[in-house]
């Protein structure tokens, strides 16, 4: 079961490199290979400059939202096509058997253990809430996923809007395709 994999140090549980999504946006350097601050800073410089945009699973419906006002060419209607129930009905053939809870104990180990990687994940969570707060995007998600106590410090609030008078959302998108 997944908690004595993690407690008790299981090869597969207990990789020191448990270091998966940084090094995809960290880049080609060798230290992007390491779990530390260097790949981990160079990964959000690498999010902020390079990416149109970066969403996260647990909002995906926003995510197609987003996809779909930035780029309609390729995006037109995505929101219907992933509600419709033929789709659906593939996604639901995959699930996981018997699947176990992870203990706190256990969660706090893996917390410890892929503190690079959950400090990266919040992170891009943070700054596509503030992308949805700057397009008007209200989450439909019902309770968000809180940090532990244990790691880092909460996250930005998103709920309302941000009112830019300065700048339209259709000069900041075209700001972002100059880049």
């Given at each position: 079961d997944i908690n004595v994999c993690i407690l008790e140090n299981y090869?597969?549980?207990?990789?020191?490199?448990?270091f998966y999504i940084i090094p995809y946006f960290c880049g080609q350097h060798p230290r992007c290979r390491e779990p530390g601050e260097w790949a981990l800073e160079r990964a959000k410089l690498n999010v902020?400059?390079?990416f149109l945009l970066v969403g996260i699973l647990e909002e995906l419906e926003d995510v197609l939202l987003l996809l779909e006002r930035f780029l309609p060419?390729?995006?037109?209607?995505?929101?219907?096509?992933?509600?419709?129930?033929?789709?659906?009905?593939l996604g639901n053939l995959t699930v996981t058997v018997k699947k176990t809870v992870p203990s706190p104990e256990a969660i706090q180990i893996l917390y410890?253990?892929?503190?690079?990687?959950?400090?990266?994940?919040?992170?891009?969570?943070e700054q596509f809430h503030l992308l949805k707060r700057k397009f008007g995007?209200?989450?439909?998600?019902r309770?968000?996923?809180?940090?532990?106590e244990f790691f880092i410090p909460s996250p930005l609030e998103t709920e309302?809007?941000?009112?830019?008078?300065?700048?339209?959302?259709?000069?900041?998108?075209?700001?972002?395709?100059?880049?």
């Open positions: 090869p597969e549980c207990s990789n020191p490199k448990l902020n400059e390079n060419h390729y995006f037109k209607d995505v929101l219907s096509i992933y509600k419709n129930p033929e789709h659906r009905k410890q253990r892929m503190r690079y990687e959950y400090e990266f994940y919040y992170y891009v969570k995007l209200k989450s439909h998600i309770k968000p996923s809180p940090r532990p309302e809007p941000i009112n830019d008078e300065e700048e339209d959302d259709e000069k900041w998108l075209e700001d972002i395709y100059k880049r």
